[in-house]
Structure formats: structure tokens, C-alpha cells
């Protein structure tokens, strides 16, 4: 269904709009208000008129009932007269009228007389007529006056009401299409400042002479520049960071190459080029840690990953078997305990995630012949992963800082690229999930707990 | 040339071990910033490669707390962070140059190398006393334009003589110069060297000062 008049898709048309019809409502209305008061005053005033008109014609009439023969047509006064009349019956006779007066009474239909005011058919045009008599009844006076001339009177009154608002209608347009026009001024000035920007121009928009109407669309858009702000800041701090921990792969690479392309004995150039391998593995992994982890903020600031019911136990195990063949290769002992399935609310790639990397990271910073435990279990309804070794722990200063882009234990002979944790550590955010850190209890080495955030135990931890 | 290199990267740290022993340098490897600032107020290198992120104590630490403490080892600075402003704090902190990883083998061994050469006031390439000429990019001896074949030892030896020319150097100084972690030195080693460099090279060229060690002496003795 589409409405009558479209409302204009500009804000002037739209102000221009209203006001206008607004204004001529309000005349309108005023016109037909006028209209009928007037013709209400107007009916009394005629009808007093006639009222007395007829009095007089009557207290006239008394004494001057014998002038017979002298005519009874008076004479016409006025350019009105007209379309007034008046008759004078002495007797059943009529004794005296105005020039157009018809010669029968001006009774019209109905009881031969009655006083008082009537509307009568004379000739075909409307007339409003009094009736009147004498005391002693034998004269009888009607005064009548023509319907027309009172419509011709309300008419020319409406005229005068109505001729002004047609003048002042298109000059009220002009105007008001002028105000609107300066009023929304701002606004264009805004939206060009706003399309003439450079993309990175992510300055707040400035207040200036804006209308206060304006104030909490500026504020938002604003805050949005900031938030935008803030998002480039950090990919660029990411991108930066990530070139500069790519560099030290890089390196390694060009220079055993070197070295591989320098040396002649057999087994040192081996050697050599191993390293080589081992640098494209690292750089590798490095690339795949940072791909993993711009998806995730990405996936963070734009829509929250898929989620579902998790099966824990069967991902932790999937996950230890996939990493068992690394850890029997360091002769450790890798091992993973469940008794009940856990299921938790998550997005299964990144929980995967999440245990691979606890799991790689107890693998790969605990020493040949370590023992790595996996477990997992519900801790008060909540299923909970606790990944513990007997490996060198983790100083508190070191604990502190896990987690920071890039950050590195000191010493650790270990090639990593310290990025790992940030993975966790958003994964286990998007998850609600807290992770614990501390001394194993029970094999001595770093215990990583990942239970749910609004455990009740974890003040206690 | 025995250098220090401080770089906490083990494969990088292996690679850059490995190359510049190729090139002939003697070099000690440490990973972390204390043993790069204990080492380097400890013993006499000829030059340092200084890694800026090193763990336990950042590089421009190690860098400031050296040069405070006098030492005038010239220092490498080998680092991802490109930035000019860190480029200039490392610079203004004392180090000698400033090199963004990754590099070549090559132009590291020549940067250090020029770098052993400005600190001993010598601008050019070759190390020169009386007829005899050190090429250290070649490792390569000519005495009166004649090739002469030394072991990589005796190289080494000749080019610490070289390089401390009219200074007398002690046993303990030229094996320090000699031998790097972990090598065996022999007792008598640094006399059978210079036994060799003398027959090679002519008997006036190096003194024995009794008690004290060696010295290069730059000028020939009147006859």
C-alpha cells in the first residue's frame, strides 16, 4: 500500500512539507471558523433589522390607513433595495409596499398568517421574511429580504479571509524553503567534510556550529572513529610485530644456507642445511600461529565463532594422540586420564586449538624422559582440562607474563615464537573460560588448568 | 679474530657460529645478556655481534653497561628492530654498527672486520708491516708480493701481532686471541706458532721480551 503523498527522502522536503500543510490547515480551519460565525452574527443583525423594519411599519400604519387612492408603491432608496421588500395589508388589503414587492402576501404555503420569521419561495428565489401585526389585527406587515444578498455578504467576508492565504502561501514557501535551507546547512557541511575525508583521517569530527539535535549522532559517529581507530592501531601493531618475529627465521635460514654453501665437510654442511629445514619449519609454524590468531581477533570483532556442544574428552584424547608420536620421540610419558565424558558449550576447531597448544607446550619445554598427565573432568558440573608435567615450572615473573605477544621464557633452548599463549588466551576469552597457572602438585612441573570462569573453587586455586 | 656473539636464537645463533668460523673468526657464543656483559668486561674480544632482544638482559643494556665500564670492544649490534629511533639509541649507546637481520654472512664477516681494523687506527683493508701484507678478507700472507702459506693458527697469530704492533703481548693475551671456548690449548703452543711465523716470514720480525711475551715490532732494526 502506498501512501497518498510519499514523504520526501530530503529533510527540507520533509520540513517544507509539514509546515506548509500545517499552515494551511490552521487557515482553513479559521476560514470555516469565520464562516460560520459570521453568518450566525450576520442572521441576527439581518433579522433584528427586519424585526424592526416591520415594528415600524406597523406603528406607521396606524395612523395613516385612510390614504387610499395615494399608491401604495414606495420609492426606492438604496442600490440594496432591491432585494429588499415589504408589504403592509390593512384589512385583508394591501394598503402599502416597496416597488418589488409581489402583490400577494409574502406568506407563502401554509396558514394564511403567522408572526414571526419564515423562509418562503417568491419567484423562485429565496426570501427571508418577518411577519408582524398590529394590536388590533387589521394590519399586517411583512418585511422581507432577499436569501442571496446575505450568501453574497458571507462570501465577500470569506474573500477577504481567504485571498491573503493565497498570496502569502507561495511567498510562505519561499520562506520557509529559505529557513529550512539554512537550518539544515550543517548538515550538508558535515556530510561533505565527512565525504571529502581520507580513510585513514580517523580524527574526531568537531562540534562546531552543528545543531544540538546533531550532538549524539556526532558523539556516535565519533566513538565508532575511535573504535576504528583502535582496531588499525592494533593490526598494525600485529603486522609490524609479526615482520620483525619472521625476520629472526629468515635470518637463520640465509645464514645456514650460507654456511651450507661455504662448507666443505660433508657432515657439517648436513648439518648446515638441517638448520635450514628446521628455519622453514619455524617460520612456518610462526606463520601459521599468526594467521590463527588475526582470524581469531578478526573473528572476535566482527562475529562470535559458532558454537555448540563439545565433547572435552574425546577432543583432549584426539589431541594427545596426535601428539603422542612427538613425545615418545623424546622418551616422555605422555598420558591422558577421563573417566566421564565433558561436554562443554564452545567452537570445537578452537578448543582443538587450545589443548594442542597446551599440550605441544608441555611437550615441547619439558626435558627427554618428562612425564606429561592430560586430564580432564567435571569440577562442579563444569567440565574442566588440566594439563600438568614434570618439567622446570615456570617462575612466577615468567608466569606473569605469559601470554604476551611474542613474550619468551628466557633460556628456554626451545624455538617458539612465544605466541602460542596469546592463542590460548583469546580462545579461552571467547570461551568464558580461565586458565590457571602454577606449580604441578603432583608430577612438579607446570600445571595449566582450563576451567570455566564462573567456578566457584577458582578463588581457591 | 675471536668475537663474541650474544644471540639467543639457537638456530640463528648456530648458523652465525658456524659462518663466521668458515670466514676464519674464533667465536664464543653466548644466549643471554648477563654472560654477553660478563664475558665482554672479562676477556679482550676483538669484536662483539649483539643481538638487542636477549633475555635476562636487553642488548642496549649490556651495550650502556660496557661502555660505562670502559669496555672499548667495537660492538655489532645484529637486531629485527629496524626503526630509526632504535637505530640512533643503539648508535648514541656505543654501538659501532648496525645491521638488520636477516644478513649476509658475507657483509657481517667484512662489517666486523672493518670494525677490528678502525679500532686499531688502521683504515685499510690490508693489515701492512714492513714488506710483510695481512689480507684478513682473503686470509691471505704476501711477504715482498709473495705469497706465503701460514696454518689458520699461525694466521690468526700474525694478525694479533699485526694488529697490536709495537705493543707487547703476553702468552695469556695471544692465546685468548687464539683460542676460543672449549679448544685445548697446549703449553708450548704460542712458541712453536711464532717459531713457525719467524722462519717464514724472517727472525727480526717478532721479539721475545723475556718474562713478559711478544712483540711486533713496526719499524725494521737498523742494520
Known sequence: MTPLIRTPRSLQGRLLLLVLSGVALVWLVTAALTWFDVRHELDELLDGHLAQAAALLVLQQGGEVENEGRGIDAPMLHRYAPRVAFQVFHEGRLALRSANAPAGPMAGAGPPFAAGFRTVQIEGLAWRVFAAQGAERDVQVYVGEQIGSRGAILRAVLRSTLWPMAVALPLLVLAVGWAVHRGVQPIRRLGRSLAERQPQALHPVAFGDLPAEMLPMIDALNGLFERIALLLQSERRFTADAAHELRTPIAAIRMQAQVAMGEADGARRQHALQGMLEGCDRAARLVEQLLSLSRLEAAEMVQAPAMAAVDLRALARRVVAELAPRAIGKRQALAFEGDTPCTLPGNETLLAVLVRNLVDNAVRYSPAGARIRVAVRPEDGQAALQVEDSGPGLAEADRQRLGERFFRVAGSEESGSGLGWSIVRRIAAVHGLALEVGPSTALGGLSVRVVHENCPDRAGA | ?223
Not at chain 2, 636487553?58 to 632504535?86: C, M, N, S, W
Open chain 2, 1 to 223: 679474530m675471536r668475537i663474541l656473539l650474544a644471540e639467543d636464537d639457537s638456530l640463528l645463533g648456530d648458523g652465525l657460529r658456524a659462518g663466521l668460523r668458515q670466514l676464519g673468526f674464533l667465536v664464543d657464543w653466548v644466549r643471554d645478556g648477563e654472560a654477553a656483559e660478563r664475558e665482554l668486561r672479562a676477556q679482550p674480544y676483538e669484536a662483539a655481534v649483539l643481538d638487542l632482544g636477549l633475555p635476562r638482559k636487553d642488548g642496549l643494556a649490556v651495550l650502556e653497561a660496557i661502555r660505562r665500564a670502559g669496555v672499548k670492544t667495537p660492538v655489532l649490534v645484529l637486531t629485527a628492530r629496524d626503526a630509526v629511533p632504535d637505530r640512533i639509541r643503539g648508535l648514541d649507546l656505543g654501538a659501532d654498527d648496525y645491521v638488520v637481520k636477516p644478513v649476509d654472512l658475507h657483509e657481517l664477516a667484512a662489517r666486523l672486520r672493518a670494525l677490528v681494523r678502525r679500532a686499531h687506527g688502521q683504515p685499510q683493508e690490508c693489515l701492512s708491516v714492513r714488506d710483510v701484507v695481512l689480507n684478513p678478507a682473503a686470509r691471505s700472507v704476501r711477504r715482498a708480493g709473495e705469497p706465503v702459506a701460514l696454518s689458520a693458527r699461525e694466521f690468526d697469530l700474525l694478525q694479533a701481532f699485526m694488529l697490536g704492533a709495537d705493543r707487547v703481548l703476553s702468552r695469556e693475551q695471544l692465546e685468548q686471541q687464539l683460542y676460543s671456548w672449549g679448544q685445548e690449548v697446549d703449553s708450548n703452543a704460542i712458541e712453536v706458532h711464532i717459531h713457525n711465523l719467524r722462519r717464514k716470514l724472517g727472525a727480526t720480525l717478532i721479539h721475545t721480551v723475556r718474562g713478559v711475551g711478544y712483540m711486533l715490532q713496526r719499524d725494521a732494526p737498523p742494520p
